[in-house]
């Protein structure tokens, strides 16, 4: 890929598909590098390719279900990471945390659907299986 030459928040949040608030907020959290200012009288914003790059990792990550404190160690900025090994420990985190979602989810699946399917879908809702299962404690 070429380099990116200095560009403005916006051209960098529609090169990497995020907005210009959250560019913004990840300035302000860390994640994301000060923009450096351009020569001159104007001494805009701007942004280069290691915007771009650092910008495509935390969106990757966001994508794969890592909370912004996962992004700032698996960039190095918290906890001292150093080898790929501590990478491996912050995904493997992730990846269990997603298996627990996973199994929950599964679980709740199985005490709904079988409510859902009672459902005759007509007639008082007092009378409805997925009303009277919700009313009842456990």
């Known amino acids: 890929m070429p380099a990116l030459a200095p560009t403005t928040i916006a051209s960098l949040a529609k090169s ?7 560019i913004r907020s990840y300035e302000k959290m860390g994640l994301l590098p000060k923009p450096r200012r351009r020569r001159g009288r104007s001494g805009d914003a701007a942004y280069h390719q290691e915007h771009f ?27 001292g990471l150093r080898t790929c090994g501590d990478v491996y420990t912050v995904a493997e985190r992730q990846l269990s945390d997603i298996r627990r979602r996973i199994a929950d989810l599964s679980r709740i699946e199985a005490a709904l659907a079988p409510l859902v399917a009672a459902c005759p879908r007509t007639g008082a809702t007092r009378d409805c299986p997925v009303v009277i299962a919700l009313s009842r404690p456990n």
């Open 16 to 22: 990497t598909g995020v907005d210009v608030d959250t």
């Open 53 to 79: 790059e650092r910008l495509t990792f935390i969106r990757r990550a966001v994508e794969l279900g890592f909370s912004l404190e996962a992004v700032s160690e698996l960039l190095g900025l918290t906890g």
